[in-house]
Each structure stands twice: as structure tokens, then as C-alpha cells.
């Protein structure tokens, strides 16, 4: 027996919703439960959508916890940038002159002032680290040892002789 049983009043519903609906992403999302509706497996279903098995079992369980309203209202993907480009070329341009002073700056620094700039706190770093990315920036960092440096073998060896 399935967990998420689409019943007879709900596929009526979710057709009607198709024939109004003009978003290829929801369209997808419909068609999940359609086919969930006609007893398809998620395996079948998620061959027929690009969507991966557990994913078409995820959409089925939101249809039936949250409703077709929601299910259809809840809008995905979009533009979810927090600043402009010219923000960006502003924000990282006070690094770009620190940096040039010969300052150090770390990734912890510009992400506590990206934080602060857009009012949002984020665990990860991701979002600093795609954007110093899109910019051309890239990490150097000192290196331990210089490149041509005798190891300590050679160097006592030396010593001896």
C-alpha cells in the first residue's frame, strides 16, 4: 500500500489546475500527481519527469500535507541575489584596496561583512566564496616553506662536511 494515496476529488482538482496553469515547473509538479493518481511507481513516474524517485515521492507527500493551493503557489527558482553587480563591485572594492595595502583578508572577515551588508546571517560560506568567484578573485595564501628549500637530511649533511 502506498503512503500518499491521490484520491479520485484531488486528481479532478490537480487536472483542472493543469488546464489553467502556464508554468512548465508546476505543469512538471502535476503531472507527478497525475501519475501518482494512476497508480504509476516513483521509479515510473520519475523516468517520465527527469525527477529523481525519491524527489517524486517528496512532491507527493508535500501535495498531500499541504494542498493544491500551496503545492501550486510555492514558487521556485527565480533571482535570489542580495545585491546588484555594481553593490558587489562596491562591497568587495574596500577589500580590493586593503589587499593592495598588503593586508591580509580572509574569507572570515568578508563574510561577516556580507552578513552585515545584506541582513542576512548564513552558516555556510558558500554564498561569499561564489561571489569572490563570479568576481575573478582567487585564494593565495603564504606558503609554509620556500619551493627550493634543501630538506633537513641534506641540510645536516651539509653541516657535517
Known sequence: M???IITQMEYEAVKTAAKKNQNKHIEKRLEVIKMRYESKKDSEIAEKVGYHRKRVSQLCAEFKQKGLEEY???NYGGNNR???EEEE????SEFEEAAKKGQ???????AAAYNEATGKERESNSTV???LHKHG???????TAHPGKASDEEME???KT
Open 129 to 131: 566564496y561564489y561571489l
Open 137 to 143: 578573485w582567487r585564494m593565495i595564501t603564504p606558503q
Open 72 to 74: 501550486i503557489r510555492r
Open 89 to 92: 563591485k562596491a562591497f568587495l
Open 104 to 110: 591580509i583578508i580572509t574569507i572570515a572577515e568578508i
Open 2 to 4: 502506498k503512503k500518499y
Open 82 to 84: 542580495n545585491m546588484t
Open 157 to 159: 649533511a651539509s653541516k
